[in-house]
């Protein structure tokens, strides 16, 4: 199955021209299809020709004027198999706006077959970017309830190191004299650390402790 690309309708066309004026943009819903797309106008189309099955929105990122609409699904909801053949992205604009079609793709003869559920279990994660030219707020409806993380995702995160500016991974480290930046003390380190400042080594190489008795403060050579 391969969609080579998604493309506005008229009016997903209308609502980016609103979101680029102030408003809100939200995407509902993805849905997917089986119909033949042959001397239909994709700009002028409201639904999909022969809609099968409803994708809830798990997330939507951002980049530049794309926002990466991504949804899941499974063929046990299915009660009957299906060529998916269509795919369409929902929309609409403000709080009190109407859902209607924001974006529409049709893979032609390359459709994919999707069984019904049963002995063969087919499990799918949807992603379609989308341009959004530079809308300045984009939100989606979100169904948490299917939220999981791909393998790309967990590999991506695992790959996060941390700084002193970004969050991240971090190995911890007992070391009390080094000065990087890319770890963290461990509770020992702590101890070690506070332990270790009692002392003042001085330039000859004699260690002195200091402290704080009745007559101020004091130092001892140990």
């Known amino acids: 199955m391969s969609f080579d690309s998604v493309r506005f309708t008229a009016g997903g066309r209308r ?12 995407f509902t ?3 997917l299809g089986d119909g033949s797309l042959t001397t239909q106008a994709i700009g002028g189309l409201t639904a999909l020709l022969n809609p099968v099955l409803d994708v809830s929105i798990t997330s939507i990122t951002t980049k530049e004027q794309y926002a990466n609409v991504q949804g899941s699904f499974d063929n046990s909801q299915l009660n009957q198999g299906f060529y998916w053949r269509e ?11 109407t859902e209607a079609l924001y974006a529409y793709g049709n893979a ?31 939100t989606a409806v979100i169904n948490g309830s299917q939220i999981y993380v791909s393998v790309i995702d967990f590999t991506n995160h695992q790959q996060e ?11 911890l480290s007992s070391s009390i004299d080094s000065d990087r930046e890319d770890l963290a003390a461990t ?30 403060l004091f130092l001892e050579e140990v």
């Open 108 to 138: 032609y003869e390359l459709a994919e077959y999707i069984p019904v559920g049963g002995s063969e279990i087919v499990e799918k994660m949807v992603s379609v970017p989308i341009f959004v030219s530079n809308v300045s707020q984009i």
């Open 15 to 26: 609502m980016m021209q609103e979101a680029v004026a102030g408003k809100v943009l939200t």
């Open 87 to 97: 795919i369409g992205v929902f929309a609409k604009v403000g709080a009190e706006g």
């Open 29 to 31: 819903k993805i849905q």
């Open 187 to 216: 509770p020992k380190a702590v101890k070690l650390g506070i332990a270790e400042a009692k002392y003042i080594v001085a330039a000859t190489g004699e260690k002195y402790k200091w402290g704080m008795d009745t007559g101020g």
């Open 161 to 171: 190191k941390a700084n002193t500016t970004e969050y991240g991974h971090t190995k």
